[in-house]
């Protein structure tokens, strides 16, 4: 019998719908690199798409399948194309959209590696892009040029924790027939649905929520229209980056409790961000959920719920900053984020190390900033722990 699943976590845990004739209560980790046919038209027919049959895993699997399914399912899309790595996904968008004498309008304080791919790369190929303050709709708007193909949004950025419209932004690209794709990572579809609100392509490091374990990378996009699935899914074949079944299954088994850990993670995350604000050390916290964030409003509108994920400078910038870094003791010194495990780190020296420092400075990111990605653990325990570091100070 079939499960009733339209609320969240009900889709969370029977997403994908996955049946087979052993009734197994989990998807299997189909470790197969191809599939047999039944004969040699049957494999004819799997190649030209009369049949739906499975090939080779580069194309399709049933582990990695039923993982894509629940993600576009959980952001309201047509369909999932699962990836090697976020960045994978990132590349995959890039390729599938843009072409020489083509240009893009991204956020100034993407995750470092996405706007670095596409200054020093792209640019062999001719491809445009512009960088800019995109929590402000009027630098968007005035970006854009005959030749843009995409915007690309970051909310809430990493690290600078910016907020950019989605829905006002991918109105005023559809006027101008460009679609709008918005990396959702920080978020989920949990706490935000791009689709939902007119963008047309969304993507995640599912290294980082969506898994929330910290134990693969792992990356994902959703398409809103099977004519940009078909296009996207072709470019990620093609190029090889598809994600491994083993990979699938760690994801689609830490995909199931994301509510609940999102959830506590973001309750803890309310708690530290009033107790760095407090502070007397601390110059300035940077959180969706405090009334002091320059886009709260729209944080609220966008957002069911301000996240797990803190910026922060402590006063005597990145010298005090480094004491608090090297004297946590529960928290771990680390880059990646969205686990279940409180993790800090410097943006400007080490995810976001390759921008130039006059980039990094524009885009916000100063030396001084310190990322939080905010665990479940007990919320004392984070606080205490950064209360003895900051002691440092
Ligand atoms: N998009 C965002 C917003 C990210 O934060 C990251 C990784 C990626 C894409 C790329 O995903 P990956 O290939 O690593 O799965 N962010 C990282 C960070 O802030 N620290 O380490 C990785």
Known sequence: MKT????????????????????????PIYQTSTFSFKNADHGARCFSGEDDGYIYTRLGNPTIEDLEKTVAELENGFGGIATSSGMAAVNTVYLGFLGAGEHIISHNAVYGPSRVVMETLYPKFNVES?????????NVINAIRPNTKLIYLETPANPTIGISDIKAISKIAH??????????????PYLQKPLDLGADIVLHSMTKFINGHADIVAGMIVTKTEEQYKMLRSVMMNVGCNMD????????????????????????AIKVADYLEQHPKVE???YPGLKSHPQYELAKMQMSGPGAMISFEVKGGLKAGKTVMDNVQMALLAV???????????????????IPQEKKLEAGITGGLV???????????????LKQALDKV
Do not use: Y
């Open 175 to 188: 006027e101008k027939g460009i679609p709008v794709c918005v990396d959702n990572t920080f978020c989920s």
């Open 4 to 27: 009733e699943k339209s609320g969240f976590n009900s889709k969370l845990i029977h997403g994908g719908d996955f049946h087979d004739s052993l009734g197994s209560a989990v998807t």
């Open 284 to 286: 300035w916290v940077k």
């Open 336 to 354: 990646s984020l969205g686990g279940i495990e409180t993790l800090i780190q410097h943006p400007a020296s080490m995810t976001h190390s390759k």
């Open 130 to 138: 512009s960088f800019v303050d995109a929590t402000d709709i009027n």
């Open 371 to 385: 990322r939080l990605s905010i665990g479940i653990e007990d919320v004392d325990d984070i606080i205490n722990d």
């Open 245 to 268: 079944p083993h990979q699938a299954f760690l994801t689609r088994r830490g995909l199931k409790t994301l509510a609940i850990r999102i959830d506590r993670a973001q309750e803890n």
